[in-house]
């Protein structure tokens, strides 16, 4: 075979773009026909040159929206330099992330990944692992939650028990009882002997937006401290700032004994991470657990830079300030559009529409408004715009998606 040359590879990936997807990739995703060539801040740009607000943000990954010229000197600098030299020597850039990671949060120390699906799987490990060394080695199982969302490993999809994501996948990977959110009788009456942790995500992001009750988690801390047990966040989605505080379970006024993140920590690089206290992380012992790619150098610069803005004195009350202006614009909408919203939910700039159309339609509408949202469980649309939008971008996004869902309405033109 000889090699395509850059012009046939190019003409080939232009083609592509222009007469719909190449089968070439392989056919997991339902993905609109758009292809995007540059983010600018809150927008992205179509090779067609058509310009979109973005309130996807890449699934809650691009939390300082595209481009952001602090993001692209840390990772162009760190890129001239080294970008990888695996984990068998200390990494600078790891240990300074850990260290604010740290003094930000209840941890003690932090393990990073590349996803949230890996960070996830790190925890129940972790956990497991923790009772093994404690001298519980019977204790491996984790009470979980209906409408969570984990990631896509055999050992995530069966901790969500979502059984679109585990259908055809072969057994179930054992450990794993999940119950309802919000029965704390029955979550008491479910831990066992073999009860290891409970596992939740603050708030559901996947499941359709659904927060969690600050008073179920702080039950669940304290059912935890009584048995024993590890409490696990999942705050991948719900984490680094999107709720308006640093991490979502800071509204409890709780901690958990184990984090796992990913998504906005990178801001569109991919790093994962789960951090844990220091008696919760006493069975990862060398040896135990490792990454290939995880922390590596290029990843760890634009984490510190992610962490360097969202840390910067002001920050998180800008995202509380935008967030309470947003809610705000969501139900003058809702009170406008009775038959298209069907309720609102969410925290900070992790916002849901509940729609009574189907939610498929709508984010098709929005796409043609030049709008991208996400859609969720429980047929809603999730809106998470980057953290630093600004109050006009605001103003214009609202605007796109009150003419998207007024498409919708029978008693509105
Ligand atoms: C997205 C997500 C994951 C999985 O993250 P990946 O990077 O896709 O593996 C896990 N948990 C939550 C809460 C998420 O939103």
Same mark, same amino acid.
């Given at each position: 075979?000889?090699?395509?040359?850059?012009?046939?590879?190019?003409?080939? =990936?232009?083609?592509?773009?222009?007469?719909?997807?190449?089968?070439?990739?392989?056919?997991?995703?339902?993905?609109?026909?758009?292809?995007?060539?540059?983010?600018?801040?809150?927008?992205?740009?179509?090779?067609?040159?058509?310009?979109?607000?973005?309130?996807?943000?890449?699934?809650?990954?691009?939390?300082?929206?595209?481009?952001?010229?602090?993001? %692209?000197?840390?990772?162009?600098?760190?890129?001239?330099?080294?970008?990888?030299?695996?984990?068998?020597?200390? %990494?600078?850039?790891?240990?300074?992330?850990?260290?604010?990671?740290?003094?930000?949060?209840?941890?003690?120390?932090?393990?990073?990944?590349?996803?949230?699906?890996?960070? %996830?799987?790190?925890?129940?490990?972790?956990?497991?692992?923790?009772? $093994?060394?404690?001298?519980?080695?019977?204790?491996?199982?984790?009470?979980?939650?209906?409408? =969570?969302?984990?990631?896509?490993?055999?050992?995530?999809?069966?901790?969500?028990?979502?059984?679109?994501?585990?259908?055809?996948?072969?057994?179930?990977?054992?450990?794993?009882?999940?119950?309802?959110?919000?029965?704390?009788?029955?979550?008491?009456?479910?831990?066992?002997?073999?009860?290891?942790?409970?596992?939740?995500?603050?708030?559901?992001?996947?499941?359709?937006?659904?927060?969690?009750?600050?008073?179920?988690?702080?039950?669940?801390?304290?059912?935890?401290?009584? $048995?024993?047990?590890?409490? %696990?966040?999942?705050?991948?989605?719900?984490?680094?700032?999107?709720?308006?505080?640093?991490?979502?379970?800071?509204?409890?006024?709780?901690?958990?004994?184990?984090?796992?993140?990913?998504?906005?920590?990178?801001?569109?690089?991919?790093?994962?991470?789960?951090?844990?206290?220091?008696?919760?992380?006493?069975?990862?012992?060398?040896?135990? $657990?490792?990454?290939?790619?995880?922390?590596?150098?290029?990843?760890?610069?634009?984490?510190?830079?992610?962490?360097?803005?969202?840390?910067?004195?002001?920050?998180?009350?800008?995202?509380?300030?935008?967030?309470?202006?947003?809610?705000?614009?969501? =139900?003058?909408?809702?009170?406008?559009?009775?038959?298209?919203?069907?309720?609102?939910?969410?925290?900070?700039?992790?916002?849901?529409?509940?729609?009574?159309?189907?939610?498929?339609?709508?984010?098709?509408?929005?796409?043609?408004?030049?709008?991208?949202?996400?859609?969720?469980?429980?047929?809603?649309?999730?809106?998470?715009?980057?953290?630093?939008?600004?109050?006009?971008?605001?103003?214009?996004?609202?605007?796109?998606?009150?003419?998207?869902?007024?498409?919708?309405?029978?008693?509105?033109?």
């Amino acid at each position: 075979m000889t090699q395509p040359t850059s012009a046939t590879a190019t003409s080939a =990936a232009t083609s592509s773009s222009s007469s719909g997807p190449s089968r070439a990739v392989m056919d997991t995703y339902a993905r609109l026909n758009v292809v995007f060539e540059r983010g600018e801040g809150s927008w992205l740009i179509s090779t067609e040159g058509e310009r979109y607000l973005d309130f996807g943000s890449g699934i809650a990954v691009n939390l300082l929206g595209h481009a952001h010229p602090k993001l %692209v000197e840390a990772l162009t600098e760190q890129a001239k330099k080294l970008w990888h030299t695996s984990n068998l020597y200390r %990494v600078a850039g790891q240990e300074r992330l850990a260290e604010r990671l740290c003094a930000a949060t209840f941890a003690d120390r932090v393990f990073f990944c590349n996803s949230g699906a890996e960070a %996830v799987e790190g925890a129940i490990k972790l956990t497991r692992r923790y009772h $093994h060394v404690s001298g519980r080695p019977e204790r491996y199982r984790l009470i979980t939650f209906k409408g =969570a969302f984990h990631g896509r490993t055999l050992a995530t999809i069966a901790a969500a028990g979502n059984e679109k994501y585990l259908d055809g996948f072969g057994p179930q990977m054992p450990g794993f009882d999940v119950l309802p959110v919000g029965d704390i009788a029955a979550v008491e009456a479910a831990i066992g002997p073999e009860t290891a942790g409970i596992l939740i995500e603050p708030v559901q992001g996947e499941g359709g937006i659904r927060v969690i009750p600050v008073e179920f988690l702080r039950q669940l801390r304290e059912l935890c401290d009584r $048995h024993g047990l590890l409490l %696990v966040f999942d705050e991948v989605q719900c984490g680094m700032g999107r709720t308006g505080k640093l991490f979502a379970h800071e509204w409890a006024g709780i901690t958990p004994d184990v984090m796992a993140i990913a998504k906005g920590i990178g801001g569109g690089f991919p790093v994962g991470a789960f951090l844990a206290t220091e008696e919760a992380a006493r069975g990862l012992a060398p040896g135990t $657990h490792g990454s290939t790619f995880g922390g590596n150098p290029l990843a760890m610069a634009v984490g510190n830079a992610v962490l360097d803005v969202v840390l910067e004195p002001g920050f998180l009350e800008g995202v509380q300030k935008t967030a309470n202006r947003f809610k705000q614009e969501l =139900a003058r909408l809702k009170d406008e559009l009775p038959d298209v919203i069907e309720e609102i939910r969410g925290a900070g700039l992790l916002m849901g529409l509940r729609l009574k159309p189907p939610v498929a339609d709508v984010v098709k509408a929005c796409t043609e408004e030049k709008l991208l949202a996400v859609s969720a469980g429980e047929n809603v649309l999730r809106l998470l715009p980057p953290l630093n939008i600004s109050e006009s971008e605001l103003t214009e996004g609202l605007a796109r998606l009150s003419r998207a869902l007024r498409r919708f309405s029978t008693s509105q033109s």
